[in-house]
């Protein structure tokens, strides 16, 4: 490997040279096909756990009101003791209260938070006791009377499944997180009959990334639990469908943007009376265990007014979704469900958001309905269900396909789009959190849900390698290096070989290691010292590889410098590359994102005229890949 000395040769362009064949959309390493092949018993084991969940909330609700020992799905306001509407929700908050102070406070809550916090900081960890607990805690809550949904207990309990099965096995913790949300989609795809739903809430509320080493696993688990669970609980669609028409009036579409809107502004009230609540109960001047109880007297004496609201309630969804809710339930449920899901959710009782925003958005666009013009029985419902999802969520795709999914209404699909995306833009501009990532917000935790490509993915090492124009050899000493630097120094450095900053020590053509400045300069070593005995060993790139690989390898071997290598069979010195480079190639990308340009014009402005003459003569505007370039001179 010769010493180099001369600058390097401008890089090619962008875009431009021979293919680069060990580059490719995506990286799949072979791990896959094992992790995907778990998937599959995670999945089942995970749709086994859902259906028993349904079952127990069943057997909870028909002991608690009605005094006997079934399994079969029913509602609370059915039972002909109505005194039971107010004593049993503060009956089993009592219970939840217990089991969360001796069991695991985890089990407090709806669910997806915990959920993410474990992806999050957790390492895709859950206690064993957390999957046993927490659906019993949802059975509890639900059975007694809450008015919550068993989707965020059975995400909870299905990722602990996944969880649970991968701690006995030597895997990643990123292949641990791919069978944890495996075991949720499963949990949630086995509840709703919703596979694709399921999917979609992974990649976008919980999987933080989108690859084929996570996405194949989870869609093998969701897919296998809607298998498990069609003998089961069937594959008919959970609710009934609005018979929405194949071509809707165009004045509807317009009102679908109203009805988003006023989704987004449900979406936001709802949200801000979960932390109100949650603030109220944080001050009241006793332990927690006991917030529970009282969120279950709140939920009673809702019970009072609209016995309807308690309970899962997908008996009234149907009604809201097929047109034949009446004025009263209409109303009942867009006050009372509304007001006592919110406060009761904050008492940290147990128990999940979905099947509660069904309810609620459906009332909300069965009002609609009242005063919009008629399309079809229970179109506004279906509408607005899919707008109050989207802004409740911020997962507007998922709440457009869950209410495709839940009813099989294709024609509605542009209509929930529409009011989808009109919610979940009112919510995003108004609300830094949403009702699932607002209580990690108050744990100190940052989340960010957007998504893109990273800029360093994007980028080649050839567009911003340095030349080297040093390089030392191991017969050198301490001294001898020092006098070569301080005699460049002394020249005015006219080689710009002080802003190298790390130096390859040879040993005839092979690189042996390298050797900073800073060590050479301010080092205790003897000034005998030969270089061989205080050089480290090369980290070393290629300059077809990207500027992220290279970021990873210095974050893996802790440096901020690297030495770029031919791939020849005999590898010469191409250049270095700093951490200070790969920063302005963030530069590059935030000038992109924030610099507005105007580029065409009617009738071209007095500046641009200037630049098009300034042009003829030689000036040309510069690519980006010399705006990389410029960063050598750094």
Known sequence: MPSSSAAHPHPPAPGHGAKIPHLGDFHVPPRVAAITALAIPIGAAAALVAVALLKLIALVTNLCFYGRFDFSATAPHGTPHHWLLVVMPVVGGLAIGLMARYGSEKIRGHGMPEAIESILIGGSRVQPRVAALKPLSAAISIGTGGPFGAEGPIIMTGGAVGSIISQHLRVTTDERKALLVAGSAAGMAATFNAPLAAILLAVELLLFEWRPRSYVPVAVAAVTAALVRGPLLGTAPLFGGAHVPGHLPTSAYGLCVVAGLAAGLLALAATWLVYFSEDLFAKLPFHWMWWPAIGGAIIGIGGLFEPRALGVGYDVIDQLLTGRATTGLIIGILVVKTLIWGLS????????????????????????????????????????????????????????????????????????????????????????????????????????????????ETHLVRQLETPIRLTLRTDQTVGDAAALLHAAYQAGDPDRILTQRLYPVLDGDTLTGVVTRHRLVHGSDDDSTPLAGIARPAVTAHDDETLRTLANRMAEHDITRILIISRDQQPRLEGVVSLRQLLHARRVDLHEEQHAQRHLFLRPPRSQSLVVASSQVGAQPRPEGEALARAASD
């Open 345 to 456: 959710l904050g008492s940290g009782t147990s128990g999940g958001v979905l099947a509660p925003m069904f309810m609620i958005g459906g009332a909300l666009g069965a009002a609609e309905g009242l005063v919009f013009p008629h399309v079809s029985p229970g179109f506004w419902a279906l509408v607005s269900l899919a707008g109050v999802l989207g802004g409740v969520m911020r997962s507007p795709l998922t709440g457009i396909v869950f209410c495709l999914e839940l009813t099989h209404e294709m024609n509605a699909l542009i209509p929930m789009v529409i009011t989808a995306s009109a919610a979940y833009l009112l919510s995003v501009i108004v609300l830094k959190r949403s009702v699932l990532t607002e209580k990690l917000a108050r744990r100190g935790m940052h989340l960010t849900r957007e998504y893109s490509v990273d800029p360093l």
